[in-house]
């Protein structure tokens, strides 16, 4: 995880090379860790725009509460008020202006527990949950869910009063149904699952209506971790293809030249539509704790091993990375395998339209995929084909993904996709996918740049409620269905095609125009011995 991390938060952009990339801003009302300089973040002020905050948790998936055993209305879903004010009353919670921006592990589990006059506000429910697996594990949280459900509200008892019972069953199905719904890879870890079926159990025994409720929860979290499971096995006979097929073409090199994207498909709007297909699809497996995981570190206040050890962080939000790098090496390969000239700067003309088309789509990774493909120096030294090029459109694309002033160009066409998508009224317009390494290094220096604990040893909650809006933006848009019809061809070609390495990239791109000074003489003799030798 540390050496994927390092090679994402230091990957090469296109070089603008104006003004930093990350730009500098001051934060001290969210904890920010103490340095004698300023510390790079990419984050303004925080916001309190609650409102929007709400609408993204609206869309996300969502069990709704159980018809006529949940009135949430009759209870406090303001968890923005302080103790004073009602709401979940248990000590260890600090407000700021109606904000709770703090508080003991302690109390902000009990604040997640609904009881007979109190369930938690949605947001809350997913800031928590979504954070709270930096300072303990989930099986260890949905351990004390259990327990302290269990002794609280006296579910373990039999001789309980049924009618506190029947009170208290709906509103615990809910935040299990919440939890399951949102995070349902928390349960691919059997401790989880026998507290979740301990927990149900219990509730189940009381009522037929409770009994259908738990059975449809465990149904549906099944139905969703056979899916993953699903997903899984079919990217391990994707990538196992696209090796085959590489080492197919590494013992004929002629067979490079038989087929390339231009003999599958020249309408670069259909490429751009399947591009989006594999973008959607690849974002919807990603869990939102993975954006946390990714970066979990040991809890200063935790004696045992990193929160996560034993648990696989972010194999999907890593998956997603190497389908963009990939695409990249897959465009850098396409333009280089031509032995004509003209044919090489007629396939760069093509991915410049399919750039320009994923831009128009709101397909801003793929863009960017193959805006940093073109950029790669084994195409971008090759001037004779380059020249052929007509580069205005290119340009334009280049200009809106420039990174000087932070992404600035980028970050207002995101924006614009981000508000077009609000107000859709076509599928097609609710698409937004953004250019992921930047959104991870966004995460990343929220992340770095704000201490999880405060002095005195509590959360710094009001750090997670940012961390919080911003994943919950991702989920809106990873919600999204594709809208474009399949083309299985076009699709089995991007996923498995063959996409040369860096020092293959560089012998075809000699071979098409040959080196220029000496390094590049000496670079090219190395790489053909190189492959000579592996004759």
């Given at each position: ?59 996300m998936p969502q069990t709704p509460p159980f018809t006529g055993q949940l009135n949430t ?463």
């Amino acid at each position: 995880m540390a050496k994927f991390l390092a090679e994402l938060l230091g990957c090469t952009l296109p070089d603008k090379g104006t003004q930093p990339l990350f730009e500098c801003r001051s934060q001290t009302r969210l904890g920010l860790r103490p340095s004698s300089k300023q510390r790079s973040t990419l984050f303004g002020t925080l916001s309190n725009d609650r409102a929007l905050f709400d609408h993204r948790l609206d869309i996300m998936p969502q069990t709704p509460p159980f018809t006529g055993q949940l009135n949430t209305s009759s209870y406090n879903k303001n968890l923005y008020q302080g103790k004073e004010e009602g709401g979940s009353s248990y000590p260890g919670l600090f407000y700021h202006d109606n904000n709770l921006v703090s508080g003991s592990l302690e109390a902000l589990i009990n604040h997640l527990l609904p009881t007979v006059d109190y369930y938690p506000d949605r947001t809350y429910i997913f800031t928590f949950l979504l954070s709270s697996r930096l300072f303990i594990r989930p099986f260890e949280l949905m351990s004390k869910v259990c327990h302290l459900c269990m002794e609280t509200q006296r579910l373990q008892d039999p001789h309980a009063d049924k009618m506190r019972v029947r009170k208290m069953a709906p509103k615990i199905l809910q935040l299990l149904a919440e939890w399951t719904e949102t995070f349902p890879y928390d349960f691919r870890d059997e401790r989880m699952m026998r507290s979740l079926k301990e927990l149900t159990h219990r509730l189940a025994s009381g009522d037929e209506v409770y009994r259908k409720a738990v059975g449809q929860l465990s149904s549906g979290l099944i139905r969703r971790l056979t899916v993953l499971g699903q997903y899984e096995e079919a990217l391990v006979k994707i990538n196992s293809t696209a090796t085959e097929r590489l080492s197919a073409l590494k013992a004929k090199p002629q067979a490079a030249t038989l087929r390339d994207m231009l003999s599958i498909c020249n309408d670069p709007f259909t490429v751009a539509q399947q591009l989006t297909h594999i973008e959607l699809e690849r974002l919807s497996y990603i869990g939102p704790e993975e954006f946390v995981q990714a970066f979990v570190q040991k809890d200063p206040l935790d004696n045992d091993k990193s929160c996560f050890s034993d648990h696989k962080k972010a194999a999907n939000l890593e998956a997603y990375v190497e389908w963009f790098n990939r695409l990249s090496y897959l465009v850098a390969t396409e333009i280089c395998m031509p032995v004509k000239k003209k044919h090489r700067a007629r396939v760069i003309e093509f991915f410049i339209d399919v750039a320009r088309e994923c831009f128009n789509i709101g397909n801003f990774n793929s863009l960017m995929a193959i805006i940093s493909g073109m950029n790669m120096s084994p195409v971008a030294r090759l001037k004779k084909t380059w020249s052929k090029v007509k580069t205005a459109k290119f340009d334009i694309l280049e200009h809106q993904m420039d990174p000087s002033s932070n992404f600035y160009n980028y970050r207002t066409s995101l924006r614009g996709a981000t508000q077009r998508s609000l107000t859709a009224n076509s599928s097609r317009e609710k698409i937004v996918i953004p250019f992921f390494s930047l959104l991870i290094k966004d995460l990343y220096f929220l992340n770095e740049g704000c201490v999880n604990r405060l002095q005195n040893g509590h959360i710094n909650f009001e750090k997670f409620w940012e961390l919080a809006k911003q994943v919950s933006e991702f989920m809106s848009w990873k919600k999204v269905e594709c809208p474009f019809d399949k083309d299985r061809k076009i699709l089995q070609y991007l996923l498995t095609a063959p996409a040369y390495t860096e020092d293959a990239l560089y012998l075809a791109s000699y071979e098409s125009e040959g080196p220029e000074n000496h390094m590049e003489k000496d670079r090219w003799k190395s790489l053909r011995s190189t492959l000579l030798s592996r004759v």
